[in-house]
C-alpha cells in the first residue's frame, strides 16, 4: 500500500521551518526520504531503519516512529535550495521502497 | 560508473510500436529497480531485480511490459505495442541490497504519439 503524505504542498519564505509527515497502514522496517526538483531525478535524503531513530544532517532531519508506522521530515531555516518535490518511500525488510504521492514544497524570497 | 545511466534520454515512439530502455546501475550495486512517473505525479513501481533471485514483477501494468537484467548489471525494459498511456518518465534506481539508499537515473522521457 502506498504511504500517506501530508500536507500535499507548502509554502514558505526563507528561514522558515516546515514539517512532512509520512504514514503507513504497514508494518515498515524501513523509511525512505527523497527530493526531487522539476525536471532532474529524485536525490536521496535519508534512510531511517525499524528501531525508532532519529537522522540528520545540516538543517534537514527525519525520525520514525515504529509503534505508529509514521516518519516525519523536518526543514529548519528553509532555503531556496529546499523547494522541490519530497517524496518519503517506505519498505518491508529486503523488498522494494513504495513512494508516496509526494509534496511540493516551494521557499520564496 | 560513477552513476546511474540511462538511454536513451528522450524516446517518441509511434503507438503499436515496441521500445526499449536501457538502465546501467552503479557498479557493485546489487539491486536494481524500474519506476515510472507521469507527468506532475508520484513514482509508480514497476519491477525489482536482486541478485540473482527472481525479479519482483508485482507493479508491471500489462503483459506488455517486461524486463530483464544480464549479469546482474545492465536491465533493459521493453514496452510491446506502446500506447499513448504509456507515455511517461522511466526511472531506473540502483542500490547497494536493499538496506541502501537509491541512486536514481536521469531517466527516459517517453512519448507515444
Known amino acids: 500500500q502506498q504511504p500517506v503524505q501530508s500536507p500535499q504542498a507548502v509554502i514558505l519564505r526563507e528561514g522558515e521551518d516546515a514539517v512532512i509527515n509520512c504514514s503507513s497502514s504497514?508494518?515498515?522496517?524501513?523509511v525512505h526520504w527523497y527530493r526531487q526538483k522539476h525536471g532532474e531525478a529524485p536525490v536521496f535524503l535519508m534512510i531511517?531503519?525499524?528501531?525508532?531513530e532519529q537522522k540528520g544532517h545540516d538543517k534537514i532531519s527525519a525520525s520514525f516512529n515504529e509503534k505508529k508506522q509514521q516518519s516525519s521530515l523536518y526543514l529548519t531555516a528553509s532555503q531556496l535550495s529546499y523547494s522541490g518535490t519530497y517524496f518519503c518511500g517506505t519498505a518491508s525488510l529486503y523488498d522494494k521502497v513504495i513512494f508516496g504521492p509526494g509534496t511540493s514544497l516551494s521557499v520564496i524570497p | 560508473g560513477a552513476g546511474v545511466s540511462q538511454s536513451p534520454s528522450n524516446k517518441v515512439t509511434e503507438k503499436g510500436k515496441d521500445v526499449e530502455l536501457r538502465c546501467d546501475p552503479i557498479s557493485g550495486h546489487t539491486a536494481l529497480y524500474w519506476y515510472r512517473q507521469s507527468l506532475g505525479q508520484g513514482l509508480e513501481f514497476l519491477i525489482y531485480f536482486q541478485g540473482n533471485s527472481a525479479p519482483d514483477k508485482s507493479g508491471l501494468p500489462s503483459d506488455r511490459f517486461s524486463a530483464e537484467r544480464t549479469g546482474g548489471s545492465v536491465s533493459t525494459l521493453t514496452i510491446q505495442r506502446t500506447q499513448q498511456e504509456d507515455s511517461a518518465v522511466y526511472l531506473c534506481?540502483?542500490?547497494?541490497?536493499?538496506?541502501?539508499?537509491?541512486?536514481f537515473g536521469s531517466g527516459t522521457r517517453l512519448t507515444v504519439v
Open positions: 534506481a540502483s542500490s547497494f541490497l536493499e538496506l541502501g539508499g537509491y541512486t
Open positions: 531511517l531503519l525499524k528501531g525508532g
Open positions: 504497514k508494518a515498515l522496517y524501513s
